[in-house]
């Protein structure tokens, strides 16, 4: 079936630094999203995208996330600066239709130091 | 507020056997309802999905799940489980913003 790929598939930095996830989204779906997922909890939605823009985002999307997907290509999670909380395995999916079924990639997972 | 809980973190059973993993969801408005796995170093992958018709979904793979309203249930059911489906499975419920909110998550474990 369609697939969507996380590059890289672990990340490791030292906290202050800046982190780039990059996901290939199955390649004619319009919709993105993120989740943040912390070791041992449950997988949290942080942020949606359509059309270049941010749909809707939680709480947990804090003002040092952002997200991009430049001219089709990757759909990407920027954290500027890191923080020691942000050690998670981030989950990218993509969907053709709102609400229709999102597809996963197999998770970043990011330590923080 | 939207929320899925699933009270068993952990099932064991024996090959060949059938499984129930349980799943309870909490939301105001017609639910659209998930169940996905996960095995190791993959992404997740939908099993079924409810939107709406049927309470008795089927699925890949030979699961099946019923959706209740008035439980605020959507049970996953194998009527006889292999080795290979040992894996994590969630249940998940999008909302009217399409986000979706996930279970913990349930490990299954398959003797063989």
């Known amino acids: 079936g369609p697939k969507v790929l996380q590059i890289p598939s672990h990340q490791i930095i ?12 199955v390649s004619n779906h319009l ?9 041992g909890q449950q997988m949290e939605f942080l942020v949606n995208f359509y059309n270049g823009k941010v749909m809707e985002k939680s ?3 804090k003002d040092q996330f ?46 923080v130091l | 507020a939207q929320s899925v809980t699933q009270p068993d973190a952990r099932v064991t059973v024996s090959e060949g056997a059938s499984l129930q993993l349980r799943c309870k969801y909490s939301y105001s408005a017609t639910p659209y309802l998930f169940w996905y796995v996960q095995y190791p170093r993959q992404g ?25 309203k008035s439980d605020s249930s959507f049970h996953l059911r194998k009527a006889s ?17 399409n986000r979706i909110f996930f279970g913990d998550g349930t490990q299954l474990v398959v003797k063989p």
């Open chain 1, 31 to 39: 919709y993105f999203y993120w989740y943040k997922q912390i070791l």
């Open chain 2, 81 to 97: 489980v292999h080795w290979s489906d040992s894996a994590v499975y969630f249940c998940a419920v999008s909302a009217d913003n």
């Open chain 1, 66 to 111: 952002s997200v991009e997907r430049p001219d089709g290509s990757y759909f990407t999670l920027k954290i500027q600066p890191t923080a020691l909380e942000d050690s998670a395995v981030y989950f990218c999916a993509s969907s053709f239709h709102w609400r229709a079924e999102q597809f996963f990639g197999p998770g970043t997972r990011l330590t």
């Open chain 1, 14 to 25: 030292d906290m202050g630094q800046m982190v780039t996830l990059n996901c290939d989204p």
């Open chain 1, 59 to 61: 709480k947990l999307f």
């Open chain 2, 44 to 68: 997740l992958q939908m099993l079924l999905k409810y939107y709406s018709g049927d309470p008795v979904v089927q699925g890949v793979n030979g699961f099946e799940a019923e959706f209740s």
